[in-house]
T-cell receptor, first 115, second 116 residues
Framework: AQKVTQAQTEISVVEKEDVTLDCVYETRDTTYYLFWYKQPPSGELVFLIRRNSFDEQNEISGRYSWNFQKSTSSFNFTITASQVVDSAVYFCALSEAWGAQKLVFGQGTRLTINP | DTGVSQDPRHKITKRGQNVTFRCDPISEHNRLYWYRQTLGQGPEFLTYFQNEAQLEKSRLLSDRFSAERPKGSFSTLEIQRTEQGDSAMYLC??????????????FGPGTRLTVL
């Protein structure tokens, strides 16, 4: 069975600090996809990134960066120079590569950026 | 707006009543998913459709829950004899099953159900 664990329930930092959200996953599949979603107070899930299990290259998009390490089954997310608008709940998710491709989400990390 | 829409956005009902939610996917998307998100947790898969066929149901979907997608377009999720434990956000997502290896799911705003 697939499982995603986000051990950090809540994180609170001061604006402009860097923050890393941890994600550890379990799967028996050799091919799968990993995701990060943002859920602001409005409730709608906002897609941030998708990663194929064969692509371990780290990715940077503006202040966001992702570190995928297959050896440790981790897919961590770092926000550099955090801003108040980054405050939200962030979810890591895992999907099988074929079939239903349903998403398995972690419990989420509530990130609060204080001014 | 051409995104996924859900109606209603909020529903308050008394225990024992039936409720029905609607999801309109992105036009041309042939897959439609339902997820449930309880307070403080991540969304959990309930069921999905490929066109009008319901292909998989989670064990979370008890006999009181039924979902339909009669013409392969919009979908409804009905909960009969609601219980307080049904209080949650119900999320709908759609995707286009094509020739690519992954078909991204686009989420709607959700329907928040409160059972008193």
């Amino acid at each position: 069975a697939q499982k995603v664990t986000q051990a950090q329930t809540e994180i609170s930092v001061v604006e402009k600090e860097d923050v890393t959200l941890d994600c550890v996953y379990e799967t028996r599949d050799t091919t799968y996809y990993l995701f990060w979603y943002k859920q602001p107070p409005s409730g709608e899930l906002v897609f941030l990134i998708r990663r194929n299990s064969f692509d371990e290259q780290n990715e940077i998009s503006g202040r966001y960066s992702w570190n995928f390490q297959k050896s440790t089954s981790s897919f961590n997310f770092t926000i550099t120079a955090s801003q108040v608008v980054d405050s939200a709940v962030y979810f890591c998710a895992l999907s099988e590569a074929w079939g239903a491709q349903k998403l398995v989400f972690g419990q989420g990390t509530r990130l609060t950026i204080n001014p | 707006d051409t995104g996924v829409s859900q109606d209603p956005r909020h529903k308050i009902t008394k225990r024992g009543q039936n409720v029905t939610f609607r999801c309109d996917p992105i036009s041309e998307h042939n897959r439609l998913y339902w997820y449930r998100q309880t307070l403080g947790q991540g969304p959990e898969f309930l069921t999905y459709f490929q066109n009008e066929a319901q292909l998989e149901k989670s064990r979370l979907l008890s006999d009181r829950f039924s979902a339909e997608r009669p013409k392969g377009s919009f979908s409804t999720l009905e909960i009969q004899r609601t219980e307080q434990g049904d209080s949650a956000m119900y999320l709908c997502a759609s995707s286009l099953q094509g020739t690519g290896s992954y078909n991204e799911q686009f989420f709607g705003p959700g329907t928040r159900l409160t059972v008193l």
